[in-house]
């Protein structure tokens, strides 16, 4: 894997993780603490669609995959969290 591919991983990664983390999936590391924060988990899905829609047919088809599944996992996490309400 290339360092730009291993970059866009890493940074679709991050948009992910703080998704979840806004969702109160997972611990925050800072807090060591489960926290929730719909508004953080929205904003992470929005920057996700944003690359998605942004860099169409300018990655890798491996690097659009993992895209595409972190932004499904985040969606329906999302979907699920709201529904509880």
């Known amino acids: 894997m290339e360092k730009d591919e291993q ?3 890493s940074l679709i990664y991050l948009f992910h993780s703080t ?3 806004g969702l109160g999936k997972v611990m925050n590391p800072m807090t060591n603490a489960i926290e929730k924060n719909i508004e953080q988990a929205q904003q992470a899905i929005d920057m996700l669609d ?3 829609n942004k860099t169409k047919g300018n990655i890798s088809v491996d690097a659009e995959k993992l895209l595409t599944q972190f ?3 985040l969606r329906l996490n999302y ?3 709201i529904a509880k309400k």
């Open 50 to 52: 944003m690359l998605k």
């Open 7 to 9: 970059l866009f991983a």
């Open 19 to 21: 998704g979840m983390q």
């Open 71 to 73: 932004l499904s996992d």
């Open 79 to 81: 979907v699920d969290e």
